[in-house]
């Protein structure tokens, strides 16, 4: 029963915010300062998730083959190579450093 | 999946994805109650991860131009991926066309994934051992590489790396996220600040 209680909360409240960003008003979102922000909110949040995706291991920071793989996919992007190519990279490079022990 | 280790039901497992359809949500819940947490403590922890969305949702409701009516319904969609796709669209036709294609593939691919990793089949197997972890984050960064387009931008991104990454050893999961989307309004302050100060206006960046 703890379980789906627990469940309950959790659906409301991430339905919630989902919602919440959604139905702010037209008008709040017309305001300068608010587009700005708006515009540079998910750049920071998914620069932080890219960041944590790399190097995390549960709560620890730990430099590993993703690590070259992201630095491959990163030089990809540089050379303007297509998204295929870019995530491609990253799998074989890190799957490479891996075999070799890294 | 890591439900079935926790006590949790197949029912119980599917209506997490079903219903809930934010996978760090998700295992946030299910690591806390396989931990011994009690249902609201564990809850609480889940919605923290969740919040983050309510971000997306303030942008992709200025790109995609949802009328009210359809909004219920597309919020359960509004997760990383999808923000991300959209938000790396040209325009509002192909970010309409992104939010949708990527919701709805990663819905079923999601539910689908969670019914069979609950039934018992090891479908995908050891992800790790082929690199298949790096793929996350390549695409992230593939996605986005094109929205750093300004000084403003990679100054805020910068920071929110440097704030993710420095607080995730002592924060609990999900609240480091959060702490570095205060990246944002950090820079857009800074950038005031330096054009109301009279003299010192440092070339900063090609805005």
Known sequence: MNIWIAIGVTVLGCYAVKLAGLMVPAGVIERPLVRRLAALLPVALLAALTAQQTFADGQALVLDARAAGVA???????????????????????AGVRALGG | MTSAGSGLTLLQTCALSLLVFTGASQFA????????????????GAFFLGVRNAFYGLRLSQLLALPRAVRPFAAQ????????????????RSARIGFVVTGLSLYLLWNLTTLLGALGAEAIGDTGAWGLDAAGPAVFLALLAPMLR????????????LLGLGLLPVLPAGVPVLVA?????????????????????????NR
């Open chain 2, 77 to 92: 969609w509004v997760i990383d991926e999808t923000a991300a796709v959209s938000l790396a669209q040209p325009d509002r």
């Open chain 2, 29 to 44: 819940l299910v690591g806390a109650l396989a931990a011994g947490g009690g249902p609201v403590t564990a809850a609480a």
């Open chain 1, 72 to 94: 491959a996919a990163a030089v990809a992007l540089v050379l303007r190579a297509p998204f295929l190519i870019v995530v491609g990279a990253a799998v074989i490079v890190t």
């Open chain 2, 181 to 205: 989307a205060l990246a944002a309004p950090a820079v857009l302050w800074a950038q005031g600040r330096r054009r109301s100060t009279p003299r010192g206006d440092a070339p900063e960046g």
């Open chain 2, 150 to 161: 300004t000084g403003t931008e990679r100054a805020v991104a910068g920071l929110a790396v």
